[in-house]
């Protein structure tokens, strides 16, 4: 699948992508695939699916999917 | 003796050709130590009530922060202050880059300049002394130009020009100030100001060292190489300085918060030509303000369907969007276009784009027409137009005499339904934040002195997960209560209360927004100690924040001179109804609601919530009784001044 680690939150992974590919071989808890990526879900203030905002607590995801985590947002420049 | 300033100001008066330096002491900066507050004191002492901004009677300000110039990352700005010729009340914008700090390293505090030169002159300041030069040769030359001139003219390539465009020289309301070329005093006309005073220029050298004025010099200096250290480690430092602010894009559209189509939607289906794998095929480089380790300001150039030197500042976040979603203008090799074209001819971005917007938002619905625009389809997406529209504002030709007045005044020209397209608080354009999806930001837009503005508080999204990084730095200012990004209810209003008072003393101190917590980069704490170590003062994080109350405040004041009252403090009709797009579609702000957090921000502030006034004893109890009415244009002035 498809993740996008926008924000800091590409900080967490091991070679700081923010754009990268992992392979799922069954359908898994956000949560759960969130951890093992290493990135803080306190950090994490929308998580989208497809394109569509669900809820991390609850969501699951497939290999097939598109997942874009975001950290809050603040003012830019 | 005093520590962390330099205890002068430069007065100059442009009509009579005078410069004058004035001392003040050290109890006179505890109280107004830099920044916001010491220009805010001057403007409410020295403006009388109803002066033209853009008459000679305006007194502008320059004024760095107490720490400005300081070895500490982020401790590079300073501020632009006046009467705004966009709102009519207090004018207000910052800037990082090089200047602050080397006027400071000049030996001077802040610059006061009243007056109208008859002729274009350029000021030139070094360590303590300043010339009024001829600058008749200077004007109307772009800036490169006019900064290469300058340096020659006075033998030293290492001279700091501060200086305005040709929208300054043509005193466009939102026109704004530039130094080195790449960073911006962009909000509130500043630029206009400066040129209704035909002075094109501020060109400043210094040869003081910060540490040399410190009370406590290896104190500030081990922070500041402790700070070096930590900051390229930290994850939201990371982020500024890989991304960037136009790391936002995707963000704020996936969460339905992209301001698009003038602020009737919150995604914009065309983001992936103007969000950050866009931007990354453009971005040439980063670069840095003075001695800061964040490195946040992008540098681009390419030469393709459209051309852009690395001249300027690349687009920040609020280009992007403002160009971008907000103008419906998915192209980010035009959107940084007209960006460049922005920072050439010295006209603020966010108001430039945001007075485009509108104007589109009147032509599809036929205010306006190809008749009134000279010929251009003023359309939503017509980057085109969008950059004709730029030069004929700065130039003020055709309709861009008009729009060069700001959405509010060209709304009021135009009819009919124009008004409720306009997307302004007090005059000022909106930036590119959603207050539908983050309300706190609105009651920021709305209660600001100088206007709409993005700065002049915590954004919601930090304060809803009370693990995560801002929630827990932010705890040393007293916040412990966590609530959702559209609650406006009174743990919402306290966050806000408290978030405005450090981020005015940010403002006062110099300080970038990007460094201290809740962004984290430097902690509270970091900040108490680099003040007691610049100046010896034994100041707590309370008497920062009540520093930052005390410029508020004074802001308040000259406001209230000036007019304004609660009904000033509004958003734009369109924020309560609801958003038309995106994962928001459907959400407004309930009216009702804003008006009581806006009731119980004045009760938190102490302010009449009738009036929006400050109230004499809330002035008391912020030694700003010499504020009270009638305390105006040189009457006494409390807090010690000497000189």
Redesign the interface.
Known sequence: MEV?L???L???DRE?R??FEVHLDAETALLDLVRELGVPP??I??A?VN???VSLADARVGDGDRL?L???????? | MSHGTNGAILRVDLTAGSISTDSFDDGFYRRYPGGKALAAYHLLREFRPGGDPLGPENLLVLATGLLTGAPISTATRFNAIARSPLTGGFGESEAGGYWGPELKMAGLDAILVTGRSPDPVYLWVKDGTAEIRDARHLWGQDPPAVQAAIREELGDRLVRVLQIGRAGENRVRYAMLMNELRHYNGRTGMGAVMGSKNLRAVAVRGGRRYVDLAHDPATLAELGKRLAKQIPEHPQAWDLRTKGTPGLTDAMNAGGILPTRNFRQGSFERVDEINFAAYLELRSGTRSCYACAVRCKPAMAFSDRHTVTDTYDGPEYEAVAGFGSDCAIGDLQAVARANELCNELGLDVISAAGTIAFAMECFEHGLIGPGDTDGLELRFGNAAAALEMVVRIADRSGFGELLAQGSRRAAEAIGGDAPSFAMHVKGQELPMHEPRGKVGVGLGYATNEAGADHLVGFHDPLFVNPDSVPFRSAADLGISEPTGVLDLGEKKVRIWYTSERWNSAEKVLGLCFFGPAPRSLIQVADVVTAVRAATGWDVTTDELLEVGERAVNMARVFNVREGFTRADDRLPDRLFTPLENGPLAGTAIARDDFEQALTNLYLLKGWDPGTGAPTEERLRELGLEWTAAGAVGGAAAGGGASG
């Open positions: 996008h926008g924000g800091h590409a900080f967490y700081k923010s754009r306190a950090e203030a929308l989208a394109r569509t905002v874009d975001y950290p809050p947002t603040s003012g830019g420049a």
